[in-house]
């Protein structure tokens, strides 16, 4: 919830600077939408990018418009934007699983141990914003067990007091590094989309580098290192090439 009204009031304060409004721009854009102008409807979303605001709304629409125009990669890229920002979002999940089914590539996923796994998929559900929150509760709570530690006169208070209050100072540092991490992968998540019908993957980076395999529109990539204007790619399947880096777009 408190997600979302971040990202309504920044779509609704005006860009006095530019003289854009995107409250009006994103009403327009929802009203194209729903008269089948899709086009138009993608043209005032990204209007309202360029100007520097989004919000989750903003994307999963977009990648709505763009689905409806049968652009399956970009609608993708939308949609895993509107992911970061709303991890929890069943709309966003589904919608993203629908288009997933679309693509011709299906890649499997190496494993990892379970205990990263655990790890990322906490840093992944909650937002940042949800982390500042839980983190700064726990660690009040902890100041009230600890305050309470130094001033109470009965021994089990006390030892009460004491290790909860250390335990909670220990989960509100533990919780302070998901904040950091999340906030980090938010705002670069290390992947990206294929936005291109298709591509061959290289060894190297160069058009001469061998053939490695094909990818196709839509198959989310791992961003490793970048030369010039070339880019290296590991798939979930653990696979790692060279593409060039305009038929990707980073999430």
């Known amino acids: 919830m ?5 990202s309504l009031l920044a779509l609704v304060i005006p860009l006095s600077l530019t003289g854009i409004n995107t409250d009006s721009l994103y009403i327009a854009a929802n009203t194209l939408y729903q ?10 979303y990204l209007e309202i990018l360029n100007a520097g605001f989004f919000s989750t709304e903003v994307y999963f629409n977009l990648g709505n418009a763009y689905f409806r125009s049968n652009k399956y990669g970009l609608a993708r890229l939308y949609y895993e934007k509107a992911l970061l ?8 999940k589904t919608n993203l699983a629908f288009t997933e089914a679309l693509f011709p590539d299906k890649f499997e996923t190496v494993p990892v141990f379970f205990l990263r796994e655990w790890i990322i998929t906490i840093r992944k559900s909650i937002h940042p914003d949800t982390w500042s929150i839980i983190t700064l509760s726990i660690f009040v709570l902890a100041f009230v067990f600890l305050i309470i530690f130094l001033f109470s006169k009965t021994l089990f208070i006390k030892k009460t007091g004491f290790y909860l209050g250390t335990l909670l100072l220990i989960l509100s540092i533990i919780s302070l590094i998901f904040t950091f991490f999340s906030a980090k992968y938010m705002k670069n998540s290390g992947t990206a989309i294929l936005i291109a019908p298709s591509v061959t993957v290289r060894s190297a980076p ?7 395999f094909i990818i196709h529109e839509g198959a989310k990539v791992w961003l490793e290192n970048s030369i010039g204007e070339w880019q290296e790619i590991k798939l979930s399947d653990g696979r790692i090439g060279w593409l060039p880096s305009s038929v990707i777009e980073k999430i």
């Not at 408190?2 to 971040?6: S, T």
């Not at 920002?85 to 966003?92: G, N, W």
Request: aromatic content about 4%.
């Open 2 to 6: 408190i997600n979302k009204i971040i």
């Open 35 to 44: 008269e089948g102008k899709y086009e138009e409807a993608r043209d005032n």
């Open 85 to 92: 920002l709303s991890p929890r979002d069943p709309a966003i």
């Open 206 to 212: 160069r058009e001469t580098g061998k053939e490695l």
